[in-house]
């Protein structure tokens, strides 16, 4: 508010209630809300009925699941191994582990110390090791001719640069050739960080098998019955074999790479550690992943907490406190509230690393509740909206445009967990792009059945040299790479998949029946319903007047075109028609 002050700028009322309940609904589980909800929340006039509704929601199973299809992205998880060949992978009994990991709010230092370091804790169990696998979902090549030490050293270099980026906010990369030119980060410092994860005995290149590239951990029913219950498997699958993280004693030393190529070692030999500008490595770390995690978490270490809660922010408001969520050093953007980060942060871990204690705090907000609406004076002062004088505008993203349209229609079906799914892909596709070796099953694309291509957008099968595209024309990430923000554009290709892709088109003809299956009524409130179960808020009056006159001109065209049509198979193509240009508007895919 005090920054808000010196800019002349005040905060903005409380956003209308329809629409500050599905901003809710979309940050905190992903879906929008039903006309149930709806309903219930404009009729709750108690003080607490928003905080309700926010404990609800953090209750729910599709809390973990949205907090999930942020963490795969930074995790680049993929069901491919990448490359020319790009071979068929495991890896979503792990993916069932974060959706779990999540909804039981585990600590955020216990939840990445896990996926860093769980195989090296004392006593680790199975969900401990499983939880490794984040460090395996990186691309692995099956290609003949290649060097497999070239590329092993690209899957270390990976992992090191995926954890700079991921829990420091650091950009690291640039510092495995030469000296960082702008952030105190030495080819050393690299080397020292590569070498935490230059200890596991893997293959640069993989075989032609089903079973999973060594270290690896083996899942039959018994296991998961016994000890990782949250992993959804089929009765049609016997066992699992997925990548996991394995130390080996003595394996091989590091040393610092000559411009970072793996042919080219110096004689200068790296023993693990940390940069010492942000916090020397103390004596009593372990010089290993698991000291790697102490590090990052230790209370001293000023750059952890502010980076996890900047991305949290940015969860919300959709840009960071800190722009940069990827580079906190020189280059980065300077934090527009430096105590507001600050206090965040030291709340984060004072709080035990709670976060669904942070969600709710922000969420709670008056910052967050305000109206989207700015006034022309706050536009010129401030016309990026940096000081949140206003809630921000934003898209929503590729996972929940798809799954508003289907949750929206009634064909979305909700099932937690397990194995990942194939819904409605443009035909040949994969036929197109798929080269390299015969002995490659996925060159064809089967789509998934009953019911199963309706599931939620989290579990679209990911392969990752043809990722889905209706949800990359909406700029969801490759999964090549680690990514903590994605980019935000706004295309024709857009409008276009919203206007011919046959998920959506079936999604308005299922609405329109499911409309048509109850007692017809007037033009008018049919389309006041088809409005609200859409965007989740009624229709203003110059909306709906222009509604109406769309479903007449419908109306006149589908007469000229089939005198003889019926009138329930009229009114079918007319509120099909009117379903999708809904689907089409602006204030559909916009979050607020």
């Given at each position: 508010?005090?920054?808000?002050?010196?800019?002349?700028?005040?905060?903005?009322?409380?956003?209308?209630?329809?629409?500050?309940?599905?901003?809710?609904?979309?940050?905190?589980?992903?879906?929008?809300?039903?006309?149930?909800?709806?309903?219930?929340?404009?009729?709750?006039?108690?003080?607490?009925?928003?905080?309700?509704?926010?404990?609800?929601?953090?209750?729910?199973?599709?809390?973990?699941?949205?907090?999930?299809?942020?963490?795969?992205?930074?995790?680049?998880?993929?069901?491919?191994?990448?490359?020319?060949?790009?071979?068929?992978?495991?890896?979503?009994?792990?993916?069932?582990?974060?959706?779990?990991?999540?909804?039981?709010?585990?600590?955020?230092?216990?939840?990445?110390t896990w996926q860093l370091a769980g195989d090296l804790l004392p006593n680790a169990n199975k969900e401990q090791?499983?939880?490794?696998?984040?460090?395996?979902?990186?691309?692995?090549?099956?290609?003949?001719?290649?060097?497999?030490?070239?590329?092993?050293?690209?899957?270390?270099?990976?992992?090191?640069?995926?954890?700079?980026?991921?829990?420091?906010?650091?950009?690291?990369?640039?510092?495995?050739?030469?000296?960082?030119?702008?952030?105190?980060?030495?080819?050393?410092?690299?080397?020292?960080?590569?070498?935490?994860?230059?200890?596991?005995?893997?293959?640069?290149?993989?075989?032609?098998?089903?079973?999973?590239?060594?270290?690896?951990?083996?899942?039959?029913?018994?296991?998961?019955?016994?000890?990782?219950?949250?992993?959804?498997?089929?009765?049609?699958?016997?066992?699992?074999?997925?990548?996991?993280?394995?130390?080996?004693?003595?394996?091989?030393?590091?040393?610092?790479?000559?411009?970072?190529?793996?042919?080219?070692?110096?004689?200068?030999?790296?023993?693990?550690?940390?940069?010492?500008?942000?916090?020397?490595?103390?004596?009593?770390?372990?010089?290993?992943?698991?000291?790697?995690?102490?590090?990052?978490?230790?209370?001293?270490?000023?750059?952890?907490?502010?980076?996890?809660?900047?991305?949290?922010?940015?969860?919300?408001?959709?840009?960071?406190?800190?722009?940069?969520?990827?580079?906190?050093?020189?280059?980065?953007?300077?934090?527009?509230?430096?105590?507001?980060?600050?206090?965040?942060?030291?709340?984060?871990?004072?709080?035990?690393?709670?976060?669904?204690?942070?969600?709710?705090?922000?969420?709670?907000?008056?910052?967050?509740?305000?109206?989207?609406?700015?006034?022309?004076?706050?536009?010129?002062?401030?016309?990026?909206?940096?000081?949140?004088?206003?809630?921000?505008?934003?898209?929503?993203?590729?996972?929940?445009?798809?799954?508003?349209?289907?949750?929206?229609?009634?064909?979305?079906?909700?099932?937690?967990?397990?194995?990942?799914?194939?819904?409605?892909?443009?035909?040949?596709?994969?036929?197109?792009?798929?080269?390299?070796?015969?002995?490659?099953?996925?060159?064809?694309?089967?789509?998934?059945?009953?019911?199963?291509?309706?599931?939620?957008?989290?579990?679209?099968?990911?392969?990752?040299?043809?990722?889905?595209?209706?949800?990359?024309?909406?700029?969801?990430?490759?999964?090549?790479?680690?990514?903590?923000?994605?980019?935000?554009?706004?295309?024709?290709?857009?409008?276009?998949?919203?206007?011919?892709?046959?998920?959506?088109?079936?999604?308005?003809?299922?609405?329109?029946?499911?409309?048509?299956?109850?007692?017809?009524?007037?033009?008018?409130?049919?389309?006041?319903?088809?409005?609200?179960?859409?965007?989740?808020?009624?229709?203003?009056?110059?909306?709906?007047?222009?509604?109406?006159?769309?479903?007449?001109?419908?109306?006149?065209?589908?007469?000229?075109?089939?005198?003889?049509?019926?009138?329930?198979?009229?009114?079918?193509?007319?509120?099909?028609?009117?379903?999708?240009?809904?689907?089409?508007?602006?204030?559909?895919?916009?979050?607020?």
């Amino acid at each position: 508010l005090l920054e808000l002050e010196n800019k002349g700028l005040n905060i903005s009322n409380e956003a209308p209630k329809e629409l500050l309940l599905r901003r809710l609904y979309f940050d905190l589980i992903g879906l929008p809300p039903t006309l149930a909800q709806i309903n219930q929340f404009l009729q709750d006039k108690s003080d607490s009925a928003y905080e309700n509704v926010v404990d609800k929601l953090l209750s729910s199973q599709a809390y973990g699941e949205r907090m999930a299809s942020m963490w795969m992205d930074i995790a680049r998880y993929a069901d491919t191994n990448g490359y020319q060949d790009d071979t068929e992978r495991t890896m979503w009994p792990w993916r069932d582990w974060v959706i779990h990991a999540y909804n039981k709010n585990m600590p955020y230092d216990q939840f990445v110390t896990w996926q860093l370091a769980g195989d090296l804790l004392p006593n680790a169990n199975k969900e401990q090791v499983l939880a490794t696998g984040f460090n395996r979902n990186h691309m692995i090549t099956q290609e003949g001719g290649v060097i497999e030490e070239e590329y092993r050293v690209e899957y270390v270099a990976d992992r090191t640069v995926t954890t700079a980026k991921t829990f420091m906010g650091l950009t690291v990369e640039c510092a495995r050739c030469h000296d960082h030119k702008y952030d105190e980060i030495s080819q050393k410092d690299f080397f020292n960080l590569f070498d935490f994860f230059n200890r596991i005995d893997e293959d640069g290149v993989i075989s032609y098998t089903d079973k999973a590239p060594k270290p690896n951990i083996k899942l039959d029913h018994n296991l998961i019955k016994e000890e990782l219950p949250f992993i959804k498997i089929p009765d049609s699958i016997t066992e699992l074999d997925l990548m996991v993280m394995k130390e080996a004693d003595n394996l091989r030393k590091t040393y610092l790479l000559n411009r970072g190529t793996y042919d080219s070692p110096t004689d200068i030999e790296l023993n693990g550690s940390m940069p010492s500008v942000i916090l020397p490595f103390k004596q009593n770390f372990e010089k290993n992943r698991l000291g790697l995690s102490k590090w990052l978490f230790d209370p001293s270490n000023p750059i952890t907490a502010r980076v996890a809660v900047n991305r949290l922010w940015q969860q919300f408001f959709g840009i960071g406190i800190v722009s940069t969520p990827s580079d906190f050093g020189n280059q980065g953007a300077l934090p527009t509230h430096p105590k507001l980060l600050d206090w965040l942060a030291r709340k984060y871990m004072e709080e035990g690393w709670n976060t669904k204690e942070m969600i709710k705090r922000i969420v709670m907000s008056k910052t967050y509740k305000q109206s989207s609406k700015p006034t022309p004076f706050k536009s010129k002062i401030d016309p990026k909206n940096y000081y949140l004088s206003h809630f921000p505008r934003q898209k929503l993203t590729a996972e929940m445009i798809r799954d508003n349209i289907l949750v929206s229609s009634g064909l979305f079906v909700d099932k937690v967990g397990g194995p990942s799914v194939k819904p409605y892909q443009p035909p040949g596709l994969w036929d197109e792009l798929t080269g390299g070796s015969t002995s490659n099953s996925l060159k064809h694309y089967t789509m998934s059945t009953n019911g199963n291509q309706y599931r939620r957008s989290l579990y679209t099968y990911w392969k990752r040299t043809a990722p889905p595209p209706g949800m990359i024309t909406f700029d969801a990430s490759t999964r090549d790479y680690c990514t903590v923000e994605r980019q935000k554009t706004s295309t024709p290709l857009q409008s276009l998949v919203l206007l011919n892709d046959p998920q959506v088109q079936e999604a308005a003809e299922y609405l329109a029946r499911s409309l048509l299956s109850k007692k017809l009524k007037s033009h008018k409130e049919n389309i006041i319903h088809i409005y609200r179960k859409i965007t989740g808020r009624s229709p203003q009056k110059k909306t709906l007047n222009y509604l109406i006159d769309y479903i007449k001109e419908v109306e006149k065209i589908h007469l000229k075109e089939e005198e003889s049509m019926d009138k329930f198979n009229m009114h079918h193509k007319v509120y099909t028609s009117l379903s999708l240009l809904i689907y089409n508007l602006d204030e559909t895919s916009q979050k607020s």
